[in-house]
């Protein structure tokens, strides 16, 4: 059974994390931006996404994180992702989203790259 | 009856007047004169009415009437009259003239008269009805002279031949009515290999509907050469027929353009019955908007393409079909032809199934009251055809079902044709890959094609070859070749130069080794397709 869409919002340090839970589609849009407005709103230069708990991304969701990384690049943030599962890091290199959303496996590599970027 | 009255006086008064001398059966009578010109008489007339109230000779000098027939009797010179009575209806006159020896006629005279009259009465009778009989003779023949005359034309006109076309069966079948009727069907070759499909039916029957016939049929060929599009091939006919048609008349006219190579017809319609096709998915009406020809100069035609698949058939036909009636003046009607084409089994032949269901509806001993014309084309089901399309083997269904279209179903879609799958053992990369462009391609269907209706069903089918697996997903919207999209691109979606949206043909389209999309007036087909490995069939 999908699980419907959920998300949270952590924090590392400076460094906010937006975990995504259940099936990421067109309904999950207003709770998707309102994360990340809460997640942004001490004006961090990195926001990490977690999909570890995400089981489906159909082509609106693709979208939406489309608009998430349109609305970063704006104010010069950079988006991280983590636990994608291998056919979604797939999707993500197809669309192409991998050349702008460096990958990790895990929310341990995530938080190292992250802290370098910060640093930098 | 006053008619056929006033011929009979006439008849008689002329046989009367050219052989006196047959009236010579008594001595007396040699003294009967010609009477020239003929008298008629009018139903109105009172002596009409006194002569069948008084049998009898009757001396026309005494009488005191307003009558016409009596002042040109009269006038004729006629003197003396004897009515001719049969079954107690007056059916001539026995008119004499003055004796030659200038006396009154005698009451022996009268009585004579009177007598031959009483005989005479019944051959005259006899007489009358022969001549009847002979005219009516003459009009019969006359009649069926004609009809011969517009069955030459007829049959003469329509095609000597069935055409020949790989892969189709085409069939037609003409019974004219006893009155002949306006019918007609053709088929015309057009260029690269295209044929043209004709039915017509003209108002009026007989000569005259067969005359305009043979004008439009050659019309539709001179046509149909010069121009390519089937609204155009009827609107110049339409203005050619139109200034010469007689007034009432008119043409209605199916005009389809099949190209046998790819199932493509085109066709567009004057008015004629809507004919009726047969796919997979039910009994479907080949509607075009368009008026009859002949009736106003500068219409235009509707024009409307579809693509008929393996296995389809379509039936042309008249209204002598669909108009019949039953012993009980029940009609044929469209439902019950309709739901005949879909109760049709295939492999048995259209034409003859239809003929045997017009035949039980209308009984023995039916009078067709108007020609009935079928014409049938099937694009046989072959399976070399449908191996050669998919290139990889004969194909056999693992599962099929239906979704409503409502939002979300995509999942449910995506997990039973991967359950229908799992013993293929796909590696799970290129099982995620097909599940996800299932889902997409459902999401188009549920979306674009059926508009959200939760009552129209996206159907599913799972087929498997010894190479390939396909996925093929049927929406009701109708097929529309995919338009040609802008590509997504990352970078101008992220300059907001284009939509962040437009993915979901895009990864299809990537994450299957072929996409197919195909469809009719009515449904949109994508069909997803899987190269297999060695091992996984």
Not at chain 2, 276 to 304: F, H, I, N, Q, W
């Amino acid at each position: 059974m999908s699980k419907p869409f959920s998300v949270s919002v952590r924090h590392f340090d400076h460094t906010p994390v937006i975990d995504l839970h259940g099936e990421i589609n067109s309904l999950a849009d207003d709770d998707l931006n309102e994360a990340y407005v809460r997640a942004v709103q001490a004006d961090p230069s990195v926001v990490m996404l977690n999909f570890s708990d995400v089981d489906y991304i159909n082509s609106k969701g693709i979208a939406l994180i489309v608009g998430l990384l349109a609305q970063a690049r704006k104010k010069g943030r950079k988006l991280i992702t983590y636990g994608l599962s291998p056919h979604y890091v797939e999707i993500f290199n197809i669309t192409r989203l991998s050349d702008f959303m460096h990958n990790f496996e895990n929310e341990q590599e995530a938080l190292g790259a992250a802290t370098v970027e910060v640093k930098a | 009856m006053m008619k056929d009255s006033r011929n009979w006086w006439q008849v008689l008064l002329r046989r009367g007047s050219r052989e006196p001398q047959s009236a010579a059966v008594a001595p007396t009578l040699n003294a009967l004169s010609v009477v020239e010109p003929m008298v008629e008489m009018i139903e109105s007339d009172p002596l009409l009415l006194y002569f069948q109230h008084s049998p009898g000779a009757l001396d026309i000098e005494t009488l005191q009437l307003d009558s016409p027939a009596l002042r040109q009797l009269r006038a004729s010179g006629v003197k003396l009259v004897v009515p001719l009575m049969s079954q107690g209806e007056l059916i001539g006159l026995l008119n004499l003239g003055p004796r030659l020896s200038e006396q009154d006629y005698s009451s022996d005279d009268r009585a004579l008269l009177n007598t031959l009259a009483t005989q005479a009465s019944p051959a005259v009778r006899v007489a009358q009805l022969v001549q009847q009989q002979q005219v009516e003779t003459q009009q019969r023949e006359r009649l069926e002279q004609e009809l011969r005359v517009a069955r030459l034309i007829q049959q003469t006109l329509l095609p000597k031949a069935l055409p020949s076309l790989d892969g189709w069966n085409v069939n037609a079948f003409y019974q004219p009515a006893r009155a002949v009727g306006g019918d007609f069907y053709d088929f015309i070759d057009l260029p690269d290999g295209r044929i043209a499909f004709v039915i017509g039916d003209v108002t009026d029957k007989g000569v005259p509907a067969a005359l305009v016939m043979a004008t439009i049929r050659a019309i539709l060929r001179t046509s149909a050469q010069r121009l390519i599009t089937p609204s155009a091939v009827l609107e110049q006919a339409n203005d050619l027929l139109h200034p010469d048609i007689p007034p009432k008349m008119f043409v209605t006219c199916l005009y389809a353009v099949l190209e046998p190579a790819t199932g493509r017809l085109l066709f567009a319609n004057a008015g004629h019955d809507v004919p009726y096709r047969r796919t997979d998915g039910g009994v479907l009406e080949l509607r075009a908007r368009g008026m009859p020809l002949g009736l106003m100069p500068g219409m235009s035609y509707e024009e409307k393409e579809i693509t008929m698949g393996s296995g389809e058939s379509i039936l042309f036909y008249s209204d002598g079909l669909v108009e019949a009636h039953d012993t009980e003046r029940q009609m044929f009607g469209f439902p019950r032809l309709q739901a005949l084409m879909q109760q049709w089994d295939e492999r048995t032949d259209l034409i003859a199934y239809m003929r045997d269901q017009l035949e039980s509806f209308t009984g023995v001993g039916w009078e067709q009251e108007d020609d009935v014309t079928l014409m049938t084309l099937e694009r046989v089901c072959d399976v070399a055809q449908e191996e050669s399309m998919h290139a990889n083997g004969t194909w056999r269904t693992i599962k099929t079902f239906s979704v409503p279209s409502q939002t979300g179903n995509e999942r449910a879609v995506m997990e039973n044709v991967a359950e229908a799958l799992a013993s293929f053992n796909l590696p799970q990369a290129r099982m995620e890959r097909l599940k996800t462009a299932v889902a997409e391609a459902t999401m188009n269907a549920i979306e674009h094609g059926n508009q959200n209706r939760a009552e129209l069903p996206v159907d599913v089918a799972v087929l498997a070859s010894d190479h390939q697996l396909a996925v093929r997903i049927t929406d009701q919207g109708g097929h529309t070749p995919i338009a040609a999209k802008e590509e997504p691109n990352l970078e101008a979606k992220l300059e907001g130069l284009q939509s962040p949206r437009g993915w979901g043909l895009f990864l299809i389209k990537n994450l299957v080794d072929e996409l197919r999309v195909g469809g009719d007036e009515q449904h949109h087909v994508v069909e997803l397709l899987v190269n297999l490995e060695e091992g996984q069939s």
